[in-house]
């Protein structure tokens, strides 16, 4: 059943894909002038944010410390500090955050089929809103990292929409890390060949990491901590 699903999910988005690359990517060939390119401006999509005193918000920190605050957006589908800790030694960034509104949740979810309907909608709504945040802040980078499972589908999705470049940051394995919900799961494990591969880059936490990405799909991550 999930097969049906994500096929028509996929070419859909191949379809955009197509339509994004013809419009912006082959204008210099039928004699439009060439556009100066954008200043870079990145997204960060990630589940949680500084100053949570968690190791990914560590890292998130550390990468966009030294940059001003017009380089990039915050984008997480938790309020600041969910997870109950202060942490005196990591300030908040004084970037723009957005925080992702929740989804919407058919009732009797826990039937196996409509688990899957919700995950499919929650991934279509958070790529909307994602969309929107990229068009606002004219960010034309994405970076989305692992922690929620909704997050790299959905960003792929919102950065084909608005012909951003897409990254994934894995911290740990996408498809490992769903081990308690078997829906998410499998979502995870289906979904992470395809994002992996159709992503511009692949940023990893570690060595380990990078091997095992090279191994299963060929791709070459770039180790940053």
Known sequence: MLARVFSPIRAIIARIAIAITKLYGYGAQFGRPRVRPKPVKIAMVS???PPSFSGQAIIIHRLLCDLGPESYCLISNRAEGIEGFSNEYLSPLPGPRYQIAQETKFWRAFVVGMHHVNMLIGVLQRARFI???????????????????????????????????YYVYIQDHYSKREFIDPVAREWATRLEPWLIRNATGIIVANETLRDDLRNQYGVEPNVIH
């Not at 994405?142 to 790299?152: C, I, M, P, S, Y």
Request: charged content about 15%.
């Open 47 to 49: 589940h949680t944010l």
């Open 131 to 165: 969309a929107g945040v990229l068009r606002r802040e004219n960010s034309n980078v994405v970076v989305a990292w692992t922690g929620d499972v909704l997050d790299l589908p959905a960003g792929y999705i919102a950065s084909r929409l608005v012909g951003a470049s």
